[in-house]
């Protein structure tokens, strides 16, 4: 049984407080970043990077109208993030995760050529399975819970979906809760 905690939208101050429960666990995450090219940022990043987390790419802007637009406006959106992440962690990411997921209504027109142009170029995109609903309106430390836990509930396979931007404290504040309570239950 395996579940597979992914954050998007960092990294923030939210990143750090998600690495020092990480590390509580020994648990390694994957980071699907934003550019962001304040020191800070960087510095975030690499520390993820080299506790052994995963960095993907996700946006540049992670403005839906404007990256959707066509497959170039996409691809010139992804190569910056891509770059940026090369340059902090020396290394050449390889996942990524569309905004909004591979299946949203901005890119119903692009998404196959983009997913086939990555794709071609060695990349893979991983949507998810389980959701904490942490971008949602009106979320809380206990629907991100509740959603996390019956998420994963049966499943012998989770890709669970949260987000490490600024304002996300109650999802630091679940994931508090989720790991012990996955951990408990085998996971």
């Given at each position: 049984?395996?579940?597979y905690?992914?954050?998007?939208?960092g990294?923030?101050?939210?990143?750090?407080e998600?690495?020092?429960?990480?590390?509580?666990?020994?648990?390694?995450?994957?980071?699907?970043?934003?550019?962001?090219?304040?020191?800070?940022?960087?510095?975030?990043?690499?520390?993820?990077?080299?506790?052994?987390?995963?960095?993907?790419v996700h946006?540049t802007?992670?403005?839906?109208k404007?990256?959707y637009k066509?497959?170039d406006?996409?691809?010139?959106?992804?190569?910056?993030?891509?770059?940026?992440?090369?340059?902090?962690?020396n290394?050449?990411?390889?996942?990524?995760?569309?905004p909004?997921?591979?299946?949203?209504?901005?890119?119903?027109?692009?998404r196959?050529?983009?997913a086939?142009?990555?794709?071609r170029?060695?990349?893979?995109?991983?949507?998810?399975?389980?959701?904490?609903?942490?971008?949602?309106?009106?979320?809380?430390?206990?629907?991100?819970?509740?959603?996390?836990?019956?998420?994963?509930k049966?499943?012998n396979?989770?890709?669970?979906?949260?987000?490490?931007?600024?304002?996300?404290t109650?999802?630091?504040?679940?994931?508090?809760r989720?790991?012990?309570?996955?951990?408990?239950?085998?996971?």
């Open positions: 049984k395996t579940v905690l992914t954050f998007d939208d990294p923030s101050t939210r990143t750090v998600i690495l020092d429960i990480l590390d509580q666990y020994d648990i390694k995450a994957t980071f699907f970043v934003v550019y962001n090219d304040s020191d800070k940022a960087r510095e975030i990043i690499s520390r993820a990077y080299a506790s052994g987390h995963t960095i993907g946006s802007s992670h403005s839906y404007e990256i066509s497959v406006s996409f691809l010139d959106d992804f190569d910056t993030c891509f770059e940026y992440l090369k340059d902090i962690t290394d050449v990411p390889s996942i990524f995760r569309f909004g997921g591979s299946v949203n209504s901005f890119n119903k027109s692009v196959k050529d983009i086939d142009e990555l794709t170029r060695g990349f893979t995109y991983f949507d998810w399975n389980v959701s904490g609903e942490d971008a949602t309106k009106n979320y809380s430390e206990e629907s991100i819970y509740t959603n996390v836990m019956m998420g994963c049966g499943r396979h989770s890709v669970v979906l949260m987000h490490d931007s600024a304002g996300k109650e999802t630091v504040a679940a994931l508090k989720i790991i012990p309570e996955l951990m408990e239950q085998g996971y």
